[in-house]
């Protein structure tokens, strides 16, 4: 008579929340690889204006692989969040990679042009920019791999 008051054995839960941040973290950084990272900015203050020459992520080589770790990445979390949360795990390597890669861009420029730096005071100023978008990709890919280790070490519910 009074069935529906016993309780009812419970299936364990398993958690899905850094699989889906890790699938989030690896969405934003393809997003990141078409973002500006770089660019050779002109300035003048005797004219009061400037102009600025962009380099997207995926004008470059390195943008490129970091595209692709972002794809793996991605597909590792979609694959721990359809299956097992401890597949999300396997981003971290691509995460990695891409914070090896976003490195090398910075570090290893593709020639004098990267790194001319010209002030003549107010008439005049030339020099390279780091652009948002390479920060954002910093900071997603530094996110796929603590989400990807996370994930690693989930408690059990």
Request: with cysteine.
């Amino acid at each position: 008579m009074a069935d529906y008051l016993q309780p009812t054995p419970s299936k364990p839960r398993t958690r899905r929340g850094y699989p889906l941040a890790v699938v989030v973290a690896g969405a934003l950084l393809v997003f990141c690889a078409v973002l500006p990272w770089a660019g050779l900015e002109v300035k003048s203050n005797l004219i009061g204006g400037g102009m600025v020459n962009d380099i997207r992520g995926i004008d470059d080589t390195f943008g490129v692989y970091t595209l692709v770790a972002g794809l793996l990445a991605l597909a590792c979390g979609l694959a721990g969040l359809l299956t097992r949360p401890m597949i999300a795990a396997l981003a971290a390597v691509p995460g990695a990679v891409a914070v090896a890669v976003l490195v090398l861009f910075m570090t290893d420029g593709s020639g004098m042009r990267d790194r001319l730096s010209v002030n003549l005071g107010d008439v005049l100023s030339i020099g390279p920019v780091i652009k948002f978008g390479w920060f954002a990709a910093l900071a997603c890919s530094v996110a796929v791999v603590v989400l990807s280790i996370l994930a690693l070490f989930r408690r059990q519910s």
